[in-house]
């Protein structure tokens, strides 16, 4: 019998842990099978992404470093091929990636190392119970498509390659289609909260755009209103 008392039977609940450091990836998995959970470990990125692909788990635990292919490709991979499985991203506080970042990526969810096993067990068991989401909704600005969760982004039928951080910020500006968005708002969405360096860094992104999604088209879509924020029309 397990003592759950969240409604979850853990009996058939598979789990794929992608994590190279060995004697933590095989400490989860000992606590994780003393839950009754079946888990399958693996070691590298591109291993973790074909595992994930090859068998039906029903969630993830997926660290951000990882040899081979990082975390946030794994799962940005994973979402563009459809695939929904629930998904957990092992973050580390002072690394170079944030925990906005995983989300942006597709991620549901996230813990940062060093992290309690009590709260990742709760997590998981959560992220069990919820299920493989939906598809989040492609965003139409005109003929400017972004793809949330593919991390997709095109004009008519050309694709248009951005960088997670780019992506981040025409993500925020295309959900307020139409309106100015201050650029506080900009660089809370795409940086950790607590950023404190030059918002000077928003209008360097946001040349960047323009010079990917309008210039080329021949567009102004992407439209700075002085003293308040940047606006996206179609
Ligand atoms: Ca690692």
């Known amino acids: 019998m397990f003592a759950l008392g969240t409604g979850v039977h853990p009996d058939g609940v598979r789990i794929l842990v992608v994590e190279d450091e060995h004697r933590l990836a095989e400490l989860l998995r000992d606590g994780l099978n003393r839950e009754g959970f ?13 595992m994930a692909t090859e068998q039906p788990y029903d969630v993830i635990v997926l660290d951000v470093m990882l040899p081979g ?13 459809g695939n929904w499985t629930p998904l957990l991203m092992l ?22 190392k060093p992290f309690s096993y009590v709260v990742l067990l709760a997590r998981l068991r959560a992220l069990v119970r919820r ?3 939906e598809r989040p909704a492609v965003l139409a600005v005109g003929d400017l498509r ?11 039928d050309v694709r248009i390659p951005l960088t997670p951080k780019e992506f981040a ?14 650029k506080s708002e900009l660089l809370a969405r795409a940086w950790d909260f607590a950023f404190d360096g030059d918002s000077n860094v ?27 924020g940047y606006r996206l029309e179609a």
């Open 131 to 133: 299920g493989a989401r």
């Open 146 to 156: 972004v793809d949330p969760a593919g991390l997709r982004c095109s004009r008519g």
């Open 38 to 50: 079946a888990v399958d470990l693996a070691h590298d990125g591109l291993e973790g992404l074909w």
């Open 69 to 81: 292919l990082h975390g946030y490709g794994v799962c940005a991979r994973l979402r563009e091929a």
């Open 202 to 228: 928003v209008e360097v992104y946001i040349s960047a755009l323009r010079r990917k999604i309008d210039r080329p088209f021949g567009r102004t879509t992407l439209t700075t209103v002085r003293g308040a």
């Open 169 to 182: 910020i025409l993500h925020c500006l295309a959900r307020r289609a139409g309106e100015v968005v201050p």
């Open 91 to 112: 973050t580390a506080k002072d690394g170079e990636y944030d925990e906005a970042e995983a989300l942006d990526t597709g991620a549901d969810d996230y813990l940062s």
